[in-house]
T-cell receptor
């Protein structure tokens, strides 16, 4: 099973809402990632978890709060977002250690109104 | 500052011919490079990678070439097929276990039947 699943596929939220994005993988990968991708732009790294611990935070605003409850799950909690946060949010996983290819989920298309 | 650049935003190729996608980077510390393919409404899919100790890696129809002195890599697809039509991203990583991948700006390949 080389699948990374993400829910929901689409999300529309107001600037005062609180919502969460979910990501799951069952490949035994111990590195998990959140990326943000705007239209016609490359994916931009937001967070990396290694062995369920946050190892990289690319200076992401605190209105984005990641969580890794176990080795298979990754959440991204959203609160008080701005319209410019509207984007495709991609989750990925990889083996840990030496740079390995990442397996991406299909993404959550987020619209902030 | 875009450390990984794909200067051709789009490329059209006839079916059966060779597709050559190019990628330039500025950081000489990058030591591992990957190519991903992305269809609309899907996450990127890993294609092929190359370590900086090699100058060529081949997998079926896909070959990646690395020219470290020129800080340039290219992806060759031979023969090109209509199903190869997608956006292609190159990505680069610094060092073992850093988990940090920088993506290029992407090239949209269209293979004409």
């Amino acid at each position: 099973d080389t699948e990374v699943t993400q829910t929901p596929k689409h999300l529309v939220m107001g600037m005062t809402n609180k919502k969460s994005l979910k990501c799951e993988q069952h490949m035994g990968h111990r590195a998990m990632y959140w990326y943000k991708q705007k239209a016609k732009k490359p994916p931009e790294l937001m967070f990396v978890y290694s062995y369920e611990k946050l190892s990289i935070n690319e200076s992401v605003p605190s209105r984005f709060s990641p969580e890794c409850p176990n080795s298979s799950l990754l959440n991204l909690h959203l609160h008080a977002l701005q319209p410019e946060d509207s984007a495709l949010y991609l989750c990925a996983s990889s083996r840990q250690g030496f740079p390995y290819e990442q397996y991406f989920g299909p993404g959550t298309r987020l619209t902030v109104t | 500052d875009q450390q990984v650049k794909q200067n051709s935003p789009s490329l059209s190729v006839q079916e059966g011919r060779i597709s050559i996608l190019n990628c330039d980077y500025t950081n000489s510390m990058f030591d591992y490079f990957l190519w991903y393919k992305k269809y609309p409404a899907e996450g990127p899919t890993f294609l092929i990678s190359i370590s900086s100790i090699k100058d060529k890696n081949e997998d079926g129809r896909f070959t990646v070439f690395l020219n470290k002195s020129a800080k340039h890599l290219s992806l060759h697809i031979v023969p090109s097929q209509p199903g190869d039509s997608a956006v292609y991203f190159c990505a680069a990583s610094i060092g073992s276990g850093t988990y940090k991948y920088i993506f290029g700006t992407g090239t949209r390949l269209k293979v004409l039947a």
